[in-house]
């Protein structure tokens, strides 16, 4: 990851630049971290303290954090945990949604590297979708000790699929 530290009103020493790409190194824990990734740190002076403002820019998005405290440390430890306290938001709010693609991205990207066979096909059955309601459909389906039966419903003539939940209910899928 590039940081990028730039002071107003103070110079930014050796022992500051350090310390951000320090404490910025917790997110090598959350993410797998390249050089697309880049920090920038402004820290600027004021009277009442130091503010330490925090973006990371990534291909998953972008984190950003600001505090102001007295002393640069003590402001820097606080916009760290920030952070972190937003990395944990994001993961749970994209967990709980379920976007696939932003949270595979988001909780899981060493899965990437470690992706095992893609399933194969190994029998193709052709059936004949008999005519039939849906009650006999179930009786059928809990006869043969299925988990879901493929018919034509004698109501629309389409093609639809019963199935056994796993609360012991039944689903119903109907093609347009």
């Not at 993410?31 to 503010?51: H, L, M, S």
Request: glycine share 4%; proline share 1%; hydrophobic share 40%.
């Amino acid at each position: 990851m590039l940081v990028y530290i730039h002071g107003k009103n103070v110079e930014i020493t050796e022992a500051m630049q350090a310390a951000v790409e320090d404490k910025l190194d917790f997110l090598n824990k959350y993410f797998e971290i390249d050089d697309t990734w880049r920090a920038n740190v402004v820290v600027n002076v004021y009277p009442e303290g130091v503010k330490v403002e925090v973006t990371v820019n990534s291909k998953i998005g972008a984190l950003r954090a600001e505090v102001q405290h007295e002393d640069f440390y003590a402001a820097l430890d606080k916009v760290v945990h920030k952070l972190e306290d937003q990395i944990r938001r994001h993961k749970t709010k994209l967990s709980r949604k379920n976007r696939e693609s932003l949270s595979a991205a988001f909780i899981n990207m060493i899965e990437e590297n470690d992706q095992e066979e893609e399933a194969k096909i190994v029998r193709t059955k052709t059936i004949d979708a008999q005519v039939m309601n849906l009650n006999d459909a179930i009786l059928q389906m809990e006869m043969l000790g299925h988990s879901f039966f493929i018919y034509t419903d004698d109501e629309t003539n389409g093609v639809a699929v019963v199935y056994k939940r796993h609360d012991g209910d039944y689903g119903l899928l109907e093609v347009e």
